[in-house]
């Protein structure tokens, strides 16, 4: 079973290496040591810690989807055209790019600075193993 140590763990979850340090010495994230004196997580105790996580901490989701890839990040940039519009954003490690209509940015108040979850739906998703 392949085991991550605290700072892979913590890019895999979109978090920093001292928050997940802190994780674990709450006890959130079980750890083991290696000959070496490195905490390490097994991969499947970390791909159920992940699974926790995405639950949240129990408030009530307000919004109804039927997207289940969602992202959420920062806007980093904003391109406005005369109808169409780029949209950035940084979510953890990930950047996700998003064309939409001036319109919606708009009525969104998506500018700089906002925070926004980008969601994602598609037909076809490929997995690579790293």
């Known amino acids: 079973m392949q085991s991550y140590t605290i700072g892979q763990a913590a890019r895999l ?7 997940a340090r802190r994780w674990a010495d709450a006890g959130r994230m079980v ?31 307000t919004s109804y989807t039927s997207v289940r890839n969602a992202f959420p990040g920062i806007v980093t940039a904003v391109k406005l055209g005369d109808v169409a519009a780029q949209v950035e954003i940084q979510a ?4 996700l790019v998003s064309l939409l209509t001036r319109e919606a940015v708009e009525e969104l ?13 598609s037909t076809n998703v490929h997995i690579d193993r790293a």
């Open 92 to 95: 953890g490690p990930h950047r």
């Open 109 to 121: 108040g998506l500018e700089v600075g906002v925070e926004a979850t980008a969601r994602v739906k």
């Open 13 to 19: 979850l979109g978090v920093s290496p001292d928050t």
């Open 31 to 61: 750890t083991h040591r290696d000959e070496g004196g490195r905490r390490l997580i097994d991969g499947r105790a970390l791909a159920a810690f992940s699974v926790e996580l995405a639950k949240g901490d129990g408030e009530e989701d």
